[in-house]
């Protein structure tokens, strides 16, 4: 009996792992939102993205950025962790507190590249977002500075030079609105300490020639298939193999079992004929949604 638990218990650790589904997108599209009353700055093909306020007459920069959620992750999956990394490459060492906002409006990327160290912008070029254009030099934004929810998703302070990450529930939410509404995918807009000068922080955009500097996105998902208890998009043979490993087992909620249950397709805490014929309706999926 305790060899058969045993076995139970490594084959739901097994299934539960498998279950959940990972993938690491890389932006394809940022620039920076520089203030200016013409809207005239921009740095669409550069190799920097700026948050905060910049040294010189000071002036306010807010980095917008966006990864191809729905092209990387299939439909009706449910987003159960996320995390942004961005790459501080080039600022003061002093900490900031950079807050990120769900972007509410599109924005462009042109072939604008700012001169220098990148922090005064360039001359905007056709579709580049600036502080005052989405699409340099026709669309505006609704105000200046970019549309976006004015409650961050997640904050992180930003020291030197390094990665730095930011993850949350409603990072993850924003993720799950991208997937469930790809045509309103407009991505976060980043904004820095905005109240002093010489706050600005540098982060590495796409087209970084080092790759592991780019903005990165770490999706975690799970699958909405009941029968798919190994995560590949289908249910046959593999699945089947898993769910007869965990048959009969009588109570889910026995605490030395792993939590979770996944062969419980039906909830109710046991792993028994009910279950099976969930997973028989389910057999033979060529294709989870």
Same mark, same amino acid.
């Given at each position: ?25 890389? *932006?394809? /599209? ?5 203030? #200016?009353?013409? %809207? !005239?700055?921009?740095? =669409?093909? &550069?190799? +920097? ?53 769900? *972007?509410? /409006? ?5 072939? #604008?590249?700012? %001169? !220098?160290?990148?922090? =005064?912008? &360039?001359? +905007? ?165």
């Amino acid at each position: 009996m305790q060899y058969l638990r045993t076995s139970f218990c490594l084959a739901l650790v097994a299934a539960s792992i498998a279950r959940a589904g990972s993938v690491t997108l890389v *932006a394809v /599209a940022d620039n920076t939102l520089y203030q #200016s009353d013409t %809207g !005239s700055l921009s740095n =669409g093909a &550069g190799t +920097a993205m700026f948050a905060g306020m910049n040294a010189l007459s000071p002036t306010i920069r807010r980095c917008v950025f966006r990864f191809n959620v729905a092209g990387s992750i299939p439909a009706g999956r449910t987003i159960t962790s996320a995390t942004l990394t961005l790459t501080q490459n080039g600022s003061n060492a002093d900490p900031q507190s950079c807050t990120l906002h769900r *972007a509410m /409006a599109s924005w462009g990327e042109g072939t #604008s590249v700012a %001169g !220098s160290g990148q922090g =005064g912008g &360039g001359p +905007a070029t056709t579709n580049d977002a600036t502080w005052v254009h989405r699409f340099w030099s026709g669309t505006a934004w609704t105000t200046p500075g970019g549309d976006f929810m004015s409650n961050p998703s997640a904050t992180t302070s930003v020291g030197g030079a390094g990665a730095f990450s930011w993850t949350s529930p409603q990072v993850a939410a924003d993720v799950q609105f991208m997937l469930d509404s790809p045509a309103t995918n407009f991505g976060w807009l980043l904004r820095g300490n905005e109240e002093f000068a010489q706050s600005s922080k540098r982060f590495a955009t796409h087209e970084d020639a080092t790759a592991a500097a780019r903005p990165t996105l770490v999706v975690e998902f799970s699958s909405p298939c009941p029968g798919d208890l190994n995560g590949d998009g289908f249910v046959d043979d593999s699945d089947f193999v898993i769910f007869a490993s965990n048959y009969n087992i009588l109570d889910c909620a026995d605490p030395t079992m792993p939590a979770g249950c996944p062969a419980d397709l039906n909830g109710d805490a046991f792993v028994d004929d009910s279950d099976f014929v969930i997973f028989v309706a389910a057999y033979d999926a060529l294709l989870c949604p």
